[in-house]
């Protein structure tokens, strides 16, 4: 089968009955999550790319990158929904409010000896595990994680370089997920895991809510930058969390004036997108073995989709070589840009940004999406090279080519 850019529109977005609440990602929520984040040692706002020369040549206003490959060292976002959800479950254990919750308070002599040992357990691509290996750490506690088969053995090692107990599997991404619950049942370990299922909801949330800091920063940062706020927010999804996170927070925030949402999942892993399709949570099943890693879900995220399905304006599913287009042109960029070094998921949606604009067989698609002239794009770098070997693969050596890269 020939790979291809697909889209669904939501017809249903733009109208107001019937609509999941947002209010667990609204700007007091979301102010509450930055601060605790804030009061880590190695905490500091991700830059926000302005690629003035790029959207120049591709014919919009603005093109934004939030670039997450600084963030505390991990070179992923990831690190901000384990930690904060990490940091609600022993808030609750401590009996304390999250609101006077800090990095400082849980790494404690006193509050371990009042926590006493706990593992946390977790099934990852890569990113999530390590953000919740590192939070672990961190706070003297324990982790377990395991990943798909397929997984980076550098991917693994650096799991492994904070002290977790990390393997890679046999089963793709979604059994490791139900092998990690089932660990955690057996041994009596707290499972760490950015999707819910009955009975399992509140640690999803947290994790979600934590990724409201990164999206609390880059409005921060565009009213710093005297820049209007965005008309269109492109954002990846594998199960959906991130995304969900984004459209809550978006929609909280801006309210009926937001900005246009385009969900980018790969092909091979478009569960989002088939959801979409089907006005219905849809599972993508087998290996996923697409290079967008940390996209390569099947099952969504029911909190995440509630939210997508009834804010999202648009689901895009599309092949690999969109995201090894972002990672070629975020890393090299136009004279006066920033560079941005993007792995495969994170550049996925500037890839699909780059398609859009620059192809004139998706002029119908760019029509739909109202991109124009004055649209001001922001779009998330969720990683950076987090396998560094296959980074230079593909932007070196030119592993998945597009005709359309000149």
């Known amino acids: 089968m020939v790979e291809s850019i697909k889209i669904v529109m939501n017809k249903e977005a733009r109208k107001n009955q019937n609509k999941v609440s947002v209010k667990d990602f609204n700007l007091e929520n979301a102010k509450n999550v930055k601060k605790f984040h804030e009061s880590f040692d190695v905490y500091s706002k991700t830059p926000l790319a302005r690629l003035k020369n790029l959207s120049n040549k591709l014919g919009v206003s603005e093109i934004l990158v939030k670039d997450e490959s600084y963030r505390f060292g991990l070179n992923a976002f990831k690190v901000l929904g384990g ?31 009042k926590l006493g040992d706990i593992t946390f357990v977790t099934a990852t691509d890569g990113n999530h595990g390590r953000g919740v290996a590192w939070a672990a750490q961190q706070l003297n506690q324990n982790a377990v994680v395991y990943m798909p088969k397929g997984s980076s053995e550098i991917r693994l090692k650096n799991i492994q370089a904070t002290g977790a107990e990390a393997s890679i599997t046999d089963m793709n991404y979604d059994d490791a997920v139900r092998l990690s619950l089932d660990m955690a049942n057996k041994y009596g370990w707290e499972i760490i895991q950015d999707t819910a299922w009955e ?25 710093e930058m005297k820049i209007e706020k965005p008309t269109h927010v492109f954002i990846q999804a594998g199960v959906g969390s991130l995304a969900g996170a984004v459209q809550g927070f978006i929609a909280a925030y801006y309210g009926e004036d937001r900005p246009i949402t385009v969900v980018v999942e790969p092909n091979k892993a478009d569960c989002i997108y088939r959801s979409g399709k089907n006005k219905k949570i849809t599972n993508v099943t087998g290996d996923m073995n697409t290079i967008m890693a940390g996209l390569a879900c099947g099952e969504p995220n029911p909190i995440g989709w509630e939210i997508l399905n009834d804010y999202s304006d648009a689901y895009i599913s599309c092949p690999e070589y969109i995201a090894a287009n972002g990672m070629r042109v975020l890393g090299n960029p136009l004279n006066g840009d920033d560079r941005v070094v993007s792995g495969e998921s994170g550049a996925v949606t500037t890839g699909i940004v780059y398609s859009i604009l620059k192809d004139e067989d998706l002029k119908d698609l760019k029509e739909q999406l109202k991109l124009d002239e004055n649209s001001r794009v922001l779009v998330v770098s969720t990683e950076g090279d987090t396998d560094p070997d296959y980074y230079r693969e593909i932007v070196w050596n030119g592993v998945y080519p597009d005709k359309y890269i000149d």
């Open 83 to 113: 930690s904060y959800a990490i940091g609600n479950f022993l808030a609750q254990k401590l009996d304390v409010s999250m609101k006077d919750v800090t990095f400082n308070m849980l790494t404690k002599k006193e509050t371990k000896e």
């Open 199 to 223: 009975g399992y909801k509140d640690i999803p949330l947290w994790i979600m809510q934590g990724y409201a800091t990164l999206m609390l920063e880059a409005v921060e940062q565009m009213e």
